[in-house]
T-cell receptor
Framework: TQLLEQSPQFLSIQEGENLTVYCNSS?????LQWYRQEPGEGPVLLVT?????EVKKLKRLTFQFGDARKDSSLHITAAQPGDTGLYLC????????FGAGTTVTVRA | EAQVTQNPRYLITVTGKKLTVTCSQN?????MSWYRQDPGLGLRQIYY???????DKGDVPEGYKVSRKEKRNFPLILESPSPNQTSLYFC??????????????FGPGTRLTVL
C-alpha cells in the first residue's frame, strides 16, 4: 500500500491545455517534494513545500501544500511538450516516501 | 560538477550470481539511499545511510546488503540475485535534518535483469 497516492496515474493532453496532478495521504508530513523524471534518467527535484497552505510557483508550474500538510497538487498552465515526464511526489517525516507517480504526456 | 554516479548502467545476470552496484557522490552528503523503481509502484527505498558506518533498512530490504565505509560511496550488494529483483535501481544522496530532507540528487539508474 502506497503511503502517498497520486492521481491520475496517466494524463495525456494537447499542447496549450492545463493539467493538475494530485498527491494525497492520510499521514502528515513535515514537508513535501515534487520531482520530475524523464525516460532513462533519475528524478530531478522541482520544488519543496514546507508550510501548510503554501503555494509556490515555478514559471508555468504551481505547487500547493494542503493546510493539514497531508496533500499537495501540481498545476501546469499552458502545457508544452517539454513538460512530458513522470511526476513524483515525496513526503518527508523521518524518511522520504514516494508516490507511484503520474505519467504526463503533452502532445504537440 | 555535482553528481551521483552509478555503475554499471545496465546489467544482465543469472540467478544466484553475486553482484555489486556501485554508487558515488561528490557533494559531501551525509545521507545516501538506494531505491528500486517498478511500474505502478513508484520508488521504494531499499536501504539508507545517515553517515559513515550507519545504515538502516528501508521498505524493501530483503535480498540486499549495503555498506558505507566512506562518505562518498554506498554500494548495493545482491548476494544471491533472484528474478524478482529485476528492476531499475537508483542511488541518491542529499542533506537531511531531523524530519526534513533537502534536495535529493539521484544517479542515472542501473537497469538490472536477473534471468
Amino acid at each position: 500500500t502506497q503511503l502517498l497516492e497520486q492521481s491520475p496515474q496517466f494524463l495525456s493532453i494537447q499542447e496549450g491545455e492545463n493539467l493538475t496532478v494530485y498527491c494525497n495521504s492520510s499521514s502528515v508530513f513535515s514537508s513535501l517534494q515534487w520531482y520530475r523524471q524523464e525516460p532513462g534518467e533519475g528524478p530531478v527535484l522541482l520544488v519543496t513545500v514546507v508550510t501548510g497552505g503554501e503555494v509556490k510557483k515555478l514559471k508555468r508550474l504551481t505547487f500547493q501544500f494542503g493546510d493539514a500538510r497531508k496533500d499537495s497538487s501540481l498545476h501546469i498552465t499552458a502545457a508544452q511538450p517539454g513538460d512530458t515526464g513522470l511526476y513524483l511526489c515525496a513526503g518527508s517525516d523521518y524518511k522520504l516516501s514516494f508516490g507511484a507517480g503520474t505519467t504526463v504526456t503533452v502532445r504537440a | 560538477e555535482a553528481q551521483v554516479t552509478q555503475n554499471p548502467r545496465y546489467l544482465i545476470t543469472v540467478t544466484g550470481k553475486k553482484l555489486t552496484v556501485t554508487c558515488s557522490q561528490n557533494m559531501n552528503h551525509e545521507y545516501m539511499s538506494w531505491y528500486r523503481q517498478d511500474p505502478g509502484l513508484g520508488l521504494r527505498q531499499i536501504y539508507y545511510s545517515m553517515n559513515v558506518e550507519v545504515t538502516d533498512k528501508g521498505d524493501v530490504p530483503e535480498g540486499y546488503k549495503v555498506s558505507r565505509k566512506e562518505k562518498r560511496n554506498f554500494p548495493l550488494i545482491l548476494e544471491s540475485p533472484s528474478p524478482n529483483q529485476t528492476s531499475l535501481y537508483f542511488c541518491a544522496s542529499g542533506s537531511y535534518r531531523v524530519g526534513e530532507f533537502d534536495t535529493q540528487y539521484f544517479g542515472p539508474g542501473t537497469r538490472l535483469t536477473v534471468l
